[in-house]
């Protein structure tokens, strides 16, 4: 389903040249469960980026659902972004002024979806992170947990076939973060393809896979 | 991304900054009342005018003593004729193209009714007059026909002079003084304010033209008033009356305007007059967009998170610059909407304060004014937004 190919990716700061990545190759398939691993600043989140198409490689090949990025334009990766994959962030990035409801609505709404059917979708997604009765919460009105609930709610509601997670557990306490892991997780058992970067051991344990970046190279840890 | 969607995630953004949009809004505002409201005192002038002229009936000529064109040189000696009653009679008597025509000569003089008197321009004229400017009785009638040459004691008296001088009495049959003349009051006229040739007819009186030649020893004409039959035949006219005024006074020593192109003339330095107005209102307008500009700026700025989020969940560029030109637009609409109606409101005021300036926005300006303000919003929207298409998602996201 991933296949990246000698990925590179450096930034111009200033005079010098930072590689962030150098040379990943690496190949993930449907419904796998990764964990990206690795000191801060290793290039975790500069590859999460490459692999929801948001950021694009200086170098090498990124082939998604056997589709080569490279080629793509611009309106092809944000249909990508659309349709096939999900996005949760360790500041959960809700709208303050939306309800929850409106937060997870607001990806269908870009994608044209009907105001009634949205709404029954939204509510059916809030109801499978168990906030059902939080749709019409403001985020300023929910915990940590709930409002990274909200954004994974708001990650699937349009069917994605990729989940990408950066430190989504970053800013909860240790209740919560077992709870947003444990969400995660199932979906993944639902056959969503999940990659999870984090800083906690105990949760990289969890994944079938983990991946250490170190530096912009990787190394794959025997499970 | 449908335009319903569009409006309201934008209206939900600017309702986050309740002042800041308040204050937008007012900016515009502002502007599109300055537009509204100036354009109507522009245009209220310019329909002033043309009304008054109008009210001197339509196909008018008007002769005048004295040469007032440019070009030519003056005669010899400068000798300026007088208009008479004679130029009236051979006038209405040579020239078919005229329809009716009317002769006027003024003073001014007091008129006394028991203890009250009041001091009025006296008009003398003839029955045509009525015809000529289509002047409407209040009650009576107006002069009565007969030899131009021959003097009266008939008299109409201008409304106001008739409320002065009789209060709620009927005035009709009763008799008015002026010096030793005494009048016979047969009509009063309706209302029809100040008129272009200077006098305020509601407040003057009307008797036999060789009676005011006779009691103010005049022997010449104020002016001679022509109604050509048609309008075709203005032109044709004008020269038919200055050639037999020129064999009469074997110079060219009068002046004929047509009310058209006195009006033309008004009317084009009216709506010159409007247009400036409106491009000062403008300016107004532009200093409003610039502040539009940067309250989008500020914006977009401060939710680089938000854009980033935008697409990361697959919105594409084109629909994060539709939702910051929506917001921008959604604030200059509003702004134009509150400005119309602030402009209308003034207007009203205006016209409640001099009910006789007919003051009131040309429609074009209402609706250019709404059109331009959200012109405005997407105008200097648009480099804000297309900014923030240009953000980077990633920087946008992690800066936090
Ligand atoms: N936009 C950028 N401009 C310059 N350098 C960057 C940028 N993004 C990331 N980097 C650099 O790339 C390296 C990897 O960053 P990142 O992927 O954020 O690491 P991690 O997520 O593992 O902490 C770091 O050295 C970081 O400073
Ligand atoms: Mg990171």
């Known amino acids: ?223 | 991304m449908r335009a319903p969607d569009l409006l309201r995630f934008a209206a939900g953004a600017l309702s986050g900054h309740r002042l800041r949009t308040l204050l937008s809004v007012a900016g515009v505002g502002v502007g599109v009342a300055a537009v509204v409201s100036l354009t109507a005192l522009g245009e209220g002038a310019r329909q002033y005018v043309v009304n008054e002229f109008t009210s001197l009936g339509s196909n008018l000529l008007i002769v005048m003593p004295g040469r007032v064109e440019t070009t030519g040189s003056i005669p010899f000696g400068g000798v300026t004729h007088d208009l008479t009653l004679e130029d009236f009679q051979a006038l209405v008597g040579r020239i078919y193209l005229i329809r009716s025509a009317a002769p006027l000569a003024v003073g001014s003089e007091t008129l006394r009714h028991g203890d009250l008197g009041r001091t009025i321009p006296i008009l003398g004229t003839t029955a045509s007059y009525a015809e000529v400017r289509h002047l409407e009785m209040a009650s009576g009638s107006f002069l009565p026909r007969r030899d131009p040459e021959e003097a009266g004691n008939e008299i109409v008296l201008g409304t106001k002079v008739a409320r002065e001088l009789f209060g709620g009495e009927n005035p009709l049959g009763k008799l008015v003084r002026m010096g030793v003349w005494r009048f016979r009051v047969v009509g009063v006229a309706a209302p029809k304010g100040r008129s272009l040739l200077g006098f305020d007819m509601d407040d003057a009186a009307f008797v036999p033209v060789r009676t005011v030649m006779q009691a103010f020893d005049r022997r010449t004409l104020f002016r001679i008033l022509l109604e050509v039959r048609s309008r075709g035949e203005m032109e044709q006219a004008k020269r038919e009356v200055v050639r037999l005024l020129a064999e009469r006074h074997h110079t060219q020593d009068v002046t004929v305007i047509t009310q058209d192109a006195v009006l033309s003339a008004f009317s084009a330095i009216l709506n010159a007059l409007t247009l400036a107005l409106a491009g000062i209102a403008a300016i107004s307008l532009a200093v409003a967009g610039v502040g539009i500009m940067n309250v989008m700026l500020v914006s977009v700025s401060e939710r680089r998170a938000e854009v980033g989020l935008l697409k990361a969940l697959g919105a594409t560029d084109g629909q994060v610059l539709a939702a910051f030109l929506a917001e921008a637009s959604l604030l200059t609409g509003a702004g134009g909407l509150a400005g119309l109606g602030a402009g209308l409101a003034a207007v009203k005021i205006l016209t409640a304060v001099y009910p006789a300036f007919p003051a009131s926005p040309p429609a074009w300006a209402v609706g250019a004014s709404l059109a331009v303000s959200v012109l405005v919003g997407l105008t200097f929207g648009l480099w804000p937004a297309y900014r923030a298409t240009r953000l980077d998602p990633v920087n946008a996201l992690m800066r936090r």
């Open chain 1, 1 to 223: 389903m991933i296949l990246l190919e000698e990925v590179w990716r450096t930034f111009q700061v200033g005079e010098a040249e930072v590689g962030a990545l150098k040379g990943i190759s690496l190949a993930i398939r449907r419904g796998d469960h990764v964990a990206l691993v690795g000191p801060s600043g290793s290039g975790k989140s500069t590859l999460l980026h490459i692999l929801g198409c948001l950021d694009r490689p200086t170098r090498g090949r990124y082939l998604f659902e056997e589709r080569d990025t490279g080629s793509l334009s611009e309106l092809e990766r944000s249909a990508l972004r659309q349709s096939r994959i999900g996005f949760v962030f360790q500041f959960f990035h809700l709208l303050s002024r939306l309800t929850a409801a409106g937060n997870v609505e607001l990806p269908m709404m870009f994608a044209g979806v009907a105001p009634e059917e949205r709404r029954t979708r939204a509510q059916e997604a809030l109801r499978s992170v168990g906030l059902a009765h939080r749709a019409k919460h403001r985020p300023d009105q929910l915990s940590g947990g709930e409002r990274q609930r909200v954004a994974i709610a708001r990650a699937v509601v349009m069917g994605p076939s990729l989940l990408l997670a950066d430190e989504p557990t970053g800013n909860l306490d240790r209740a919560s973060s077992r709870e947003v892991m444990e969400l995660l997780e199932r979906m993944n058992a639902d056959g969503l393809t999940l990659v999870v970067v984090t800083h906690d051991p105990d949760i990289a344990r969890r994944a079938r896979r983990v991946i250490r970046l170190s530096d912009g190279t990787m190394e794959e840890e025997a499970p």
